[in-house]
């Protein structure tokens, strides 16, 4: 060893003791690796971010420490010093300490002669590096390599433990800690022996369907997908996801797991376990494809398209309306701009999956009437669908544009100058009539029958027609056809003898129909200009809203509601010109004031706009001439309203005054009818009734044993069971009656029974051998019989309590006879001043007064003769016959009269506060109406029930 050199001897040190210790080290080291390793998934896999943080941050610092020692080995075997310090001085101190001061010495010697020899200083190290012990340094080592084994021994343990617990934990966990964004990379299994249901949505009807696992399948939105298995591995948290949302998997008690999906949009389906913010899924995938629930389809006949509602007045709508799975409601909507209406058409029962039906829209509509724009019509349907929310499906529109306003009226009222002008023309040909010659008599009375016949039937084409949705009605309707008799009366009385005074009765008679028709059209058109006028001041408010949302900066709002609103104004401004003289003057008024807007918004005067459009408002609310004509003022003049200028004629106020009068006739009567009855009440007396009582309980179980075998209610309707299943309720109800004191009642209730039996026996006649119905009919027959006796009986019973009533109410009653022939007398004189003049009513009108009268005769007898019930049963009579007598509207000409143009009632009796019953009389109603319910099982509860709500 004298001869090698320095370097090599110290080389070959390193290299004995790196084989003694390096192994060792090297298994330590791989131990530590894999402690550290395994120790780090079971950190991570507690999955919270502070625990894969942890973690990831030892195992980083685990493997840069050995990386690092590694480099630290390969540079410290390059450093001959910290060699000789680290084999040599740890095996012997003194020896360590000469080797080192040669090794200084021989490299300063190298770097510099002055200091000795190169050649002496490097035997001087050579002679102590040979005099290093190899034994003692491979001893050395070996100690060294024992500590590094039993080191890496025991942290080969704990990676064997920490593995031999549950060698997938550390799987699990190294998954974990390299997951990203919440996803584990690796897939491991979590269930096995899947099995997969199906479950649609309750309201689908349809049963649950199995599923084979991890296969595509289609299912409607909503369904619930049951999936089960036996975990793989017992105590993890297992979830079903879809890769966002996740359901757990629960314990079903028989060693298997289960979770249950509501299914939403189309996803696919995976088992997963949930490692806190982690989640590792299994690789088998259920892909499910949802199918929705589908909006209704509606189907409107006709849609797309527009209406004019001048073109067609009613619009018939016919829909079919499909859905998948069911139908909730049905709703007709109309749009017009911001204004929304729905009304419900149907609501189909049992999820019905088409619905079919049809409605009506009219021109004098509700919300056509309330609106200036088109109108957007369309059927729209809600289905049944409780996933998602129910959904709406919608027709295609049918567009109504409406007529401008006082259109209609306008058409009307045109129509009506052209019926004048036919009976103008029939003047005319009977001014140029000549008193005709005796051989020339018959053509003479054809030729006048002709052309009356050419003018009615103008007359009756303007009564009858639709004019933009608005019909003659009323008070005109009735002066015309009034007029017309009065012609047709003329006509017969100038056949019979065709003579110069009889022709000039005839042109007499025509002329005063003329100049009567005349007066009703100038009145119609008066009150009609008045209500359009009403209708056009509430657009010119409209104008000048919209002007003053102009005025304060807002012109997108602003621009488009006043260029509605004085369109509307232009467009009904010419339409109430058309409206006789009233109208003519008040559309002008209309033309003068929007060219007055017109002028400030030219300017942009929006103050100025906004105080013209509300000038015209006012001025349209109080619809008058402008100027009166005769000494009368107008509203220009200052002077207040007048009456109106004379006519010709006073048909039209003729007419007026005979509809107050009859309606005063049908109010009065009618009180008089109750008067009666309140009487007749008033003398029945309870004691009376009390009497009766006993005998009735005895009559009434009677009445029960007789239909005690009927069938009971529930048999197929149109059979003997039915008919008679219905005669022993009604049976019943009279003896419920009887027991409580109502004769009436129980009277009704058993001819009703009667009927019932009755229709029961000829059912089993005709049941052709079937034994149940024949069986019925002939229990029927029996209790028929039975009850016939229990009804005569009731019936006589109810006749006595009457007619003891009757005398007890007999001076009353006497009063009230009076007063009836009175009200026939008021009867008799309507009809007389109704068959002549201008003021003549239609012949139906007049047979119904003249039947009204009759039937108040009769009563004023009956009631003369004490019998109330018979006369007021006369009296009902005529009061139908008054109400039928009064024309359809009565006192309006369509829609377009206003409220306050309506002359009140001339006389109102006021009653006085202590004979003012009509609180007690309705009460009184109420509870006889609701507590005499045929069911006796109810009466009583029902009679609470009304009495509670009276309360």
């Known amino acids: 060893m004298d001869n090698e050199a320095p370097a090599l001897s110290i080389a070959r040190l390193r290299s004995v003791w790196d084989a003694e210790v390096g192994p060792s080290a090297r298994r330590a080291l791989t131990a530590a690796a894999c402690a550290g390793l395994f120790g780090a998934a079971h950190v991570a896999r507690v999955g919270s971010p502070l625990a894969r943080g942890l973690a990831g941050a030892g195992l980083a610092l685990l493997l840069a420490a050995i990386a690092a020692r590694a480099i630290l080995v390969r540079l410290r075997r390059g450093d001959a010093r910290r060699t000789v310090r680290e084999i040599i001085g740890r095996t012997d101190e003194a020896l360590g300490a000469a080797t080192l001061r040669a090794l200084t010495l021989a490299d300063r010697a190298a770097a510099d002669d002055r200091v000795g020899s190169p050649e002496l200083a490097g035997l001087h190290l050579r002679r102590l590096l040979g005099r290093a012990s190899q034994a003692r340094v491979v001893e050395r080592a070996r100690q060294a390599a024992t500590r590094w084994a039993s080191a890496g021994l025991a942290l080969g343990a704990a990676a064997l433990a920490a593995a031999a617990i549950e060698p997938s934990r550390v799987v699990e966990g190294l998954d974990v800690l390299a997951a990203r964004g919440g996803e584990a990379p690796l897939d491991l299994p979590w269930i096995e022996e899947v099995e997969m249901t199906a479950a649609p949505p309750e309201y689908l009807h349809q049963g649950a369907e199995e599923l084979l696992p991890f296969a595509p399948t289609m299912q409607p939105r909503g369904t619930v997908i049951t999936v089960r298995g036996r975990p793989v591995r017992a105590g993890r948290a297992l979830v079903l996801t879809d890769g966002g949302a996740e359901v757990p998997f629960v314990d079903d008690g028989k060693g298997s797991v289960v979770a249950r999906w509501t299914l939403g949009e189309s996803t696919t389906l995976q088992a997963a376990a949930r490692f806190g913010q982690v989640r590792v899924r299994q690789a088998d995938a259920q892909r499910v494809v949802s199918i929705p629930d589908d909006a209704p389809r509606v189907t409107l006949e006709g849609a797309p398209r527009t209406v004019k509602l001048l073109d067609e007045p009613s619009i018939p709508l016919r829909y079919e309306i499909t859905d998948d799975h069911g139908l909730r409601e049905v709703d007709l909507v109309l749009r017009a701009g911001a204004k929304e209406e729905r009304r419900v058409l149907s609501r189909p029962a049992a999820d019905a999956k088409v619905d079919r039906g049809g409605y009506e829209l009219r021109a004098r509509d509700p919300f056509f009437r309330r609106t200036y724009v088109p109108v957007e019509v369309r059927i729209e349907a809600r289905d049944n669908d409780p996933i998602e929310g129910p959904k709406w499906g919608r027709s295609e529109a049918i567009l109504v544009v409406p007529p401008q306003v006082g259109e209609p009226e306008a058409l009307r009222y045109a129509a009506l100058v052209k019926a004048r002008d036919a009976l103008t023309d029939l003047l005319a040909d009977r001014i140029g009539q000549r008193t005709p010659e005796a051989g020339g008599a018959k053509a003479h009375a054809a030729h006048e029958a002709e052309v009356q016949a050419t003018a009615k039937a103008a007359v009756e084409a303007a009564l009858s027609a639709d004019h933009g949705g608005l019909r003659v009605r009323g008070r005109v309707a009735s002066l015309a056809r009034g007029q017309l008799a009065r012609l047709d009366a003329a006509l017969a009385a100038e056949r019979k003898s065709t003579t110069r005074a009889a022709h000039q009765e005839l042109l007499d008679e025509t002329e005063g129909a003329l100049l009567a028709f005349d007066a009703g059209l100038r009145g119609l058109g008066h009150r009609d200009a008045r209500a359009v006028a009403q209708r056009l001041a509430d657009v010119a408010d409209e104008a000048a809203a919209a002007a003053e949302l102009l005025g304060s900066g807002d012109r997108e709002g602003g621009e488009v509601r006043l260029e509605a609103a004085v369109a509307v104004l232009g467009g009904g401004g010419v339409e109430l010109g058309k409206l006789g003289e009233l109208g003519l003057d008040l559309g002008e008024i209309v033309a003068n004031d929007l060219r007055r807007i017109a ?9 100025h706009a906004e105080l013209s459009a509300r000038d015209l408002a006012a001025r349209l609310r109080r619809p008058e001439p402008s100027f009166g004509g005769g000494g ?73 044993e007789a239909v005690r075998d009927l069938p009971q209610p529930g048999a197929a309707p149109g059979s003997a069971e039915s008919a008679a299943a219905a005669g022993r309720e009604q049976a019943e109800a009279m003896a419920g009656a009887l027991e409580q004191g109502r004769p009436e009642e129980a009277v009704t209730s058993g001819r009703g029974a009667m009927r019932s039996l009755g229709d029961a026996k000829r059912l089993g006649a005709q049941a052709g051998g079937f034994f149940p119905e024949e069986r019925a009919a002939r229990e029927a027959g029996e209790a028929q019989q039975a009850l016939a006796e229990e009804l005569a009986w009731a019936e006589e019973a109810l006749r006595k309590l009457r007619q003891a009533a009757a005398e007890r109410a007999r001076d009353g009653l006497g009063k009230s006879s009076q007063r009836e022939g009175s009200l026939a007398d008021r009867a008799r004189d309507l009809r007389k001043r109704g068959e002549r003049g201008d003021g003549r009513m239609p012949e139906e009108m007049l047979d119904r007064l003249d039947e009204a009268e009759q039937a108040m005769r009769d009563a004023q007898r009956a009631l003369a003769e004490g019998d109330g019930e018979g006369g007021n049963e006369r009296q009902r009579d005529a009061q139908r016959l008054l109400e039928m007598s009064r024309s359809e509207d009565q006192g309006q000409d369509g829609d377009a009269e206003s409220e306050g143009d309506r002359n009140m009632a001339r006389k109102a009796d006021i009653p006085d506060k202590d004979k003012h019953k009509g609180p007690e009389e309705f009460r009184r109603r109420v509870l006889e109406g609701l507590g005499g319910t045929s069911e006796p099982r109810l009466r009583e509860a029902v009679k609470r029930y009304a009495e509670g709500l009276l309360k």
Not at 599 to 607: C, F, Q, V
Not at 654 to 667: C, H, I, N, T, Y
Not at 684 to 698: G, Q
């Open 632 to 704: 009368r003022g107008g509203v220009e003049s200052g002077a207040p309203r007048g009456p109106d200028p004379g006519d010709a004629s006073n048909a039209d106020e003729s007419v007026a005054q005979s509809e107050r009068d009859l309606e005063e006739l049908a109010r009065d009567h009618a009180a008089e009818t109750n008067a009666v009855a309140e009487e007749l009440s008033r003398a029945s007396r309870p004691e009376d009734i009390a009497a009766l009582r006993e005998e009735a309980k005895k009559h009434a179980e009677a009445i029960r």
């Open 599 to 607: 002028r400030a918004r030219g300017a942009s005067d929006w103050l």
